[in-house]
C-alpha cells in the first residue's frame, strides 16, 4: 500500500525548506516557510494516522483491499457537491483565453485552488490533461519552448501532488482493520526537545489507571533513534563521579542542593554499585524538588556567569547550558546537562532508549522507531506540563553512555544494508538502511507489518512494476516480497515490528 504519512509542526522542528521532513516528503510548491517541520509519521497512531493513497497488486488479498480503497474513496467523493469541480475547471477554461501561457499565474491557479481540490478527492489528473490540450494548442507560440517546459514543470509538480492533494483517504488501520503496534518517524530537530522519560509496563498500566487524562494508553514506549545527520543527545545519568564534581564546582548548582545531601553523598563508600545508583537518585531528586522560583533565579544567574566567560575557554559543559539557556531562557532544565551524559552520534550510528532512560534530542535529523503508545514524562526544557514527582519514581538512575549501535553490516558486491536492532532480549522492532546505487535490485520479505520510504532516489517495484520517488512511503503486509530495482542511487529507510 502507499502511504501518506502525517506532518507534525511543532516549534522545536526545522523552519519552511531547511526541515528534512518538508524536502523529502514535499514538493517545493508545498513549503511553508513559517512553518516548523518537525516530524512525519508513518503508522496509525490516532493523533496522526497515515492514509492509504493507492493499493499495488502484490498478493492475492489485492483485490478485496483495492475494493475497499475504491468504495471509501467514492464515499468521500459523493459527499462533495460536483459544483466545486466545475468551478476549478471553469478557471483553467477561462485562461485558455490568453493561450493558457503557464507561467507564474497559471502555476498561481493551480496552488489557489489545492484546497479545493483537497476537500474533493482525487481529480488532478483533470489538470494535468488541461494542460496536455493546452501544450497542443500551443505548438505555433514563439515561446514554445519555455511554456512546454513550465507545463513539464507543473505537470511533474501535479503527479508529486497527488499523494498530498487528498485528504479524503482512508486510514490505514480502516484498511487493515487494525492498528500497528508501532509508530516509524522521520524527525528534524533544530532546537532541543524536552527532558523526557518513558514509562515501563508496570508504570504505565500504573499511570493510566490513576491520571488517564495524562497518561493516554497503559502501553511502554521504548523508541531507537538512528542518526540521518549527526545528532547531539542528552542521555542517561553520568557516573557519580562526574556528577558529583559539578556540584562541588558549580556554585548555583551547589546552591540547589541541600549541604546534607552533599555531605552525605561525601562521606559514604562509592564502591558499591548500588550505592552509587542511590547517591545519584538523591542528588537528582534534591536537585528537581526545589521551588521553580528559586531553580529559575539559580538558572538566569548562571547563565549571566558563563556568559562572561569567552567561549575558547568555556567547557563543553557550559557551551551546552547557554546553548539550551538560548533555546528555553530561564528553563531550570538546562542544569541537567551536568546529570546527564552529552551523547554526538555520527550520521548511521543509533541508540536504543529503554523504558526509564532520561533523554533530550537536542539536535540533528534522524529516524526513529517505537512502540505505538503516547507516554511521555517530562521535567524540564519545555512549557507542557512537568511531572517531577513521578519522573524521579519511575527513574533506574543506572548510569553510563547508552550503547552506540553501529549497524550490522551487509555488503553485496553493489549494495549496501545495515541492520539496528535494540541489543535486548526480545526486541520489539528494527530499522534498517538500505543503499542501492543505479540498476541494484533487491528483494524485501516481510514476516512482520514493514513500513519503508524513499529518502533519496527512485525504485521500481515488482511484481507492480509501479515507480516510486524520494518521499513515498510503502506498507508492506505480512506475506508480501518485493523485488525492488533502483533506478539511480537510492536510500531506502525500513522500519519493522518484531512482535
Ligand atoms: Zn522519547
Same mark, same amino acid.
Given at each position: 500500500?502507499?502511504?501518506?504519512?502525517?506532518?507534525?509542526?511543532?516549534?522545536?522542528?526545522?523552519?519552511?525548506?531547511?526541515?528534512?521532513?518538508?524536502?523529502?516528503?514535499?514538493?517545493?510548491?508545498?513549503?511553508?516557510?513559517?512553518?516548523?517541520?518537525?516530524?512525519?509519521?508513518?503508522?496509525?497512531?490516532?493523533?496522526?494516522?497515515?492514509?492509504?493513497?493507492?493499493?499495488?497488486?502484490?498478493?492475492?488479498?489485492?483485490?478485496?483491499?483495492?475494493?475497499?480503497?475504491?468504495?471509501?474513496?467514492?464515499?468521500?467523493?459523493?459527499?462533495?457537491?460536483?459544483?466545486?469541480?466545475?468551478?476549478?475547471?471553469?478557471?483553467?477554461?477561462?485562461?485558455?483565453?490568453?493561450?493558457?501561457?503557464? &507561467?507564474?499565474?497559471?502555476?498561481?491557479?493551480?496552488?489557489?485552488?489545492?484546497?479545493?481540490?483537497?476537500?474533493?478527492?482525487? &481529480?488532478?489528473?483533470?489538470?494535468?490533461?488541461?494542460?496536455?490540450?493546452?501544450?497542443?494548442?500551443?505548438?505555433?507560440?514563439?515561446?514554445?519552448?519555455?511554456?512546454?517546459?513550465?507545463?513539464?514543470? @507543473?505537470?511533474?509538480?501535479?503527479?508529486?501532488?497527488?499523494?498530498?492533494?487528498?485528504?479524503?483517504?482512508?486510514?490505514?488501520?480502516?484498511?487493515?482493520?487494525?492498528?500497528?503496534?508501532?509508530?516509524?518517524?522521520?524527525?528534524?530537530?533544530?532546537?532541543?526537545?524536552?527532558?523526557?522519560? +518513558?514509562?515501563?509496563?508496570?508504570?504505565?498500566?500504573?499511570?493510566?489507571?490513576?491520571?488517564?487524562?495524562?497518561?493516554?494508553?497503559?502501553?511502554?514506549?521504548?523508541?531507537?533513534?538512528?542518526?540521518?545527520?549527526?545528532?547531539? @543527545?542528552?542521555?542517561?545519568?553520568?557516573?557519580?563521579?562526574?556528577?558529583?564534581?559539578?556540584?562541588?564546582?558549580?556554585?548555583?548548582?551547589?546552591?540547589?542542593?541541600?549541604?546534607?545531601?552533599?555531605?552525605?553523598?561525601?562521606?559514604?563508600?562509592?564502591?558499591?554499585?548500588?550505592?552509587?545508583?542511590?547517591?545519584?537518585?538523591?542528588?537528582?531528586?534534591?536537585?528537581?524538588?526545589?521551588?521553580?522560583?528559586?531553580?529559575?533565579?539559580?538558572?538566569?544567574?548562571?547563565?549571566?556567569?558563563?556568559?562572561?566567560?569567552?567561549?575558547?575557554?568555556?567547557?563543553?559543559?557550559?557551551?551546552?547550558?547557554?546553548?539550551?539557556?538560548?533555546?528555553?531562557?530561564?528553563?531550570?532544565?538546562?542544569?541537567?546537562?551536568?546529570?546527564?551524559?552529552?551523547?554526538?552520534?555520527?550520521?548511521?550510528?543509533?541508540?536504543?532508549?529503554?523504558? &526509564?532512560?532520561? +533523554?533530550?534530542?537536542?539536535?540533528?535529523?534522524?529516524?526513529? @522507531?517505537?512502540?505505538?503508545?503516547?507516554?511521555?514524562?517530562?521535567?524540564?526544557?519545555?512549557?507542557?506540563?512537568?511531572?517531577?514527582?513521578?519522573?524521579?519514581?519511575?527513574?533506574?538512575?543506572?548510569?553510563?553512555?547508552?550503547?552506540?549501535?553501529?549497524?550490522?553490516?551487509?555488503?553485496?558486491?553493489?549494495?549496501?544494508?545495515?541492520?539496528?536492532?535494540?541489543? @535486548?532480549?526480545?526486541?520489539?522492532?528494527?530499522?534498517?538502511?538500505?543503499?542501492?546505487?543505479?540498476?541494484?535490485? +533487491?528483494?524485501? &520479505?516481510?514476516?512482520?507489518?514493514?513500513?519503508?520510504?524513499?529518502?533519496?532516489?527512485?525504485? !521500481?517495484?515488482?511484481?507492480?512494476?509501479?515507480? +516510486?520517488?524520494?518521499?513515498? !512511503?510503502?506498507?508492506?503486509?505480512?506475506?508480501?516480497?518485493?523485488?525492488?530495482?533502483?533506478?539511480?542511487?537510492?536510500?531506502?529507510?525500513?522500519?519493522?515490528?518484531?512482535?
Amino acid at each position: 500500500m502507499i502511504l501518506q504519512g502525517s506532518i507534525q509542526k511543532y516549534d522545536w522542528g526545522k523552519k519552511g525548506s531547511k526541515s528534512l521532513i518538508s524536502s523529502t516528503f514535499l514538493n517545493p510548491i508545498q513549503i511553508n516557510e513559517n512553518d516548523y517541520y518537525a516530524e512525519y509519521w508513518m503508522g496509525t497512531h490516532s493523533q496522526g494516522p497515515s492514509l492509504v493513497t493507492s493499493i499495488l497488486p502484490l498478493n492475492e488479498k489485492w483485490e478485496e483491499a483495492n475494493e475497499k480503497l475504491k468504495s471509501s474513496l467514492k464515499n468521500s467523493l459523493c459527499e462533495k457537491s460536483s459544483d466545486s469541480l466545475v468551478e476549478i475547471i471553469n478557471d483553467l477554461d477561462s485562461n485558455q483565453d490568453s493561450n493558457l501561457r503557464i &507561467n507564474e499565474n497559471n502555476k498561481n491557479i493551480i496552488v489557489e485552488n489545492e484546497s479545493r481540490l483537497n476537500s474533493m478527492g482525487v &481529480n488532478e489528473n483533470i489538470f494535468i490533461d488541461k494542460i496536455n490540450k493546452n501544450d497542443k494548442n500551443d505548438k505555433n507560440d514563439k515561446n514554445d519552448k519555455n511554456d512546454k517546459d513550465d507545463l513539464n514543470e @507543473i505537470a511533474k509538480i501535479m503527479n508529486l501532488n497527488e499523494i498530498n492533494l487528498c485528504n479524503n483517504y482512508p486510514e490505514l488501520s480502516n484498511i487493515l482493520n487494525r492498528k500497528l503496534n508501532f509508530l516509524f518517524k522521520m524527525l528534524s530537530i533544530n532546537k532541543s526537545l524536552s527532558i523526557q522519560v +518513558h514509562p515501563d509496563k508496570d508504570s504505565a498500566k500504573k499511570l493510566y489507571s490513576l491520571f488517564p487524562q495524562i497518561y493516554r494508553d497503559d502501553q511502554p514506549k521504548p523508541e531507537m533513534v538512528l542518526a540521518i545527520t549527526p545528532m547531539e @543527545i542528552l542521555c542517561s545519568f553520568r557516573p557519580l563521579d562526574e556528577i558529583y564534581i559539578f556540584v562541588c564546582h558549580i556554585k548555583e548548582l551547589r546552591e540547589l542542593i541541600p549541604e546534607d545531601v552533599i555531605k552525605k553523598v561525601c562521606r559514604n563508600d562509592w564502591n558499591d554499585k548500588n550505592n552509587k545508583r542511590e547517591f545519584i537518585k538523591l542528588l537528582f531528586t534534591s536537585f528537581m524538588k526545589n521551588e521553580n522560583f528559586f531553580m529559575q533565579k539559580k538558572t538566569i544567574e548562571l547563565y549571566q556567569k558563563l556568559e562572561q566567560i569567552p567561549i575558547e575557554r568555556r567547557t563543553n559543559e557550559e557551551n551546552y547550558f547557554i546553548k539550551l539557556y538560548n533555546q528555553h531562557p530561564g528553563d531550570p532544565g538546562c542544569f541537567c546537562i551536568f546529570f546527564l551524559n552529552i551523547i554526538q552520534l555520527k550520521q548511521d550510528q543509533a541508540i536504543y532508549l529503554e523504558a &526509564n532512560e532520561p +533523554h533530550a534530542y537536542i539536535s540533528g535529523d534522524c529516524v526513529e @522507531i517505537m512502540n505505538s503508545s503516547d507516554n511521555v514524562i517530562r521535567c524540564g526544557l519545555t512549557s507542557k506540563f512537568k511531572d517531577i514527582d513521578t519522573l524521579c519514581n519511575v527513574l533506574t538512575y543506572s548510569y553510563g553512555e547508552p550503547e552506540i549501535l553501529k549497524g550490522k553490516t551487509s555488503h553485496t558486491l553493489q549494495n549496501s544494508f545495515l541492520l539496528y536492532k535494540p541489543n @535486548i532480549l526480545n526486541p520489539s522492532f528494527e530499522i534498517e538502511k538500505i543503499t542501492l546505487n543505479p540498476s541494484d535490485s +533487491h528483494l524485501i &520479505n516481510c514476516n512482520n507489518d514493514t513500513i519503508i520510504f524513499i529518502y533519496q532516489g527512485e525504485i !521500481v517495484v515488482h511484481p507492480s512494476l509501479s515507480d +516510486h520517488k524520494k518521499g513515498a !512511503v510503502l506498507f508492506l503486509v505480512p506475506g508480501n516480497t518485493i523485488y525492488i530495482i533502483s533506478t539511480r542511487k537510492t536510500i531506502i529507510y525500513l522500519g519493522r515490528t518484531l512482535i
